[in-house]
């Protein structure tokens, strides 16, 4: 079974990271800290998540602090995906958007759809024998932590560590890659068996509620999506009859719960991988041994997320409410 390791040295992702300047820091092994479960859903359909940082550890993925220089870069690789396979893509106004990437790479013999945006971040997308990699650069806000280098220049920089990726799994060996087996149990999206809603509505202070669900998280790449579609990840909008909790319509700011059946573990993983230090845990009423929750807030505005362990499943709570509260209510309602 292939590790990080197998599929790329610290000699492969260092140059990832060198300033303009010609710096070249020593990377480490550890995990960005983030706020969606499907984020770190792809080892639960077998595949490999690997990421390494420089510079300072990111403490909340909310906030961007002007404080200090990091960058992270991620190499994901889902088996099975190739035939789902469909390029992220740039948008130059605020985030990965809806226009296509105008920016093709040809990397160890693999065709692969790159770009830098404006999130900031870039990422070498390509379907690799049967398996959809995803590899992806991140950093602060104006990409302070790369200043003198060109979009081109970052990506340049990335290619070694594609190549290395890609060389791997294009010249295993009969029986050398060899992925774990995978048995998610479909589940259908019913928000209100899933969480109830007099607990929820009591949370927020408000009479009732229905539920908008979506059957896929509302990432912000292709690649999230389809991570989150093939682990049965689903996402529940909280719409009180005659209360406006939604409080932009995209539902950025509002309520929302996402709803991941039998992947507990991604939770476990925010707690026990490197960096997890960043995500401050917390504990929830109801919960017992073993389950787990951490707690991520804005610092300008009321906004909270909660993600959280119950039973075998995983849940994730967003809301400019008391999201503890909401929590506590999906256990209630659970247990």
Known sequence: MYTCDDIATLDDVAPV??????????????IQPAFNLSQYAVP???????SWRVGHAVTNPLHDSVDFDWAYVSVKVVPGGADSWAPSTVDDALSVGDDPSDTAMTIGGIEAATGCGYQPGCFISAPVGDAWVEIALSTNWNYRYFSGLTPDAILAQMQPLAASVFTTLTDAQ???LVWPTVDLTEHEPDCTRALGSQGIATALGVDSLRYDVRSTANGST?????????????HCAVDADGVPVDLIAAGVLGTSVTV????????DTMVAAPDSQALPTIALEGAVEGEHAVQICSDATPYCIVLFSLGESAYQVESNSDTVAIAEAIIAHTR
């Open 17 to 30: 990271f060198v300033t303009a300047d010609g710096t070249a820091p020593t990377p480490v092994a550890a």
């Open 260 to 267: 991941a059946y039998d992947l507990a573990g991604l939770v």
């Open 222 to 234: 292709r690649f999230e999506n389809y991570v989150a579609q093939r682990a049965g990840v689903f």
């Open 44 to 50: 639960a359909l077998g595949g490999l998540s690997c």
């Open 174 to 176: 009969p029986g050398q």
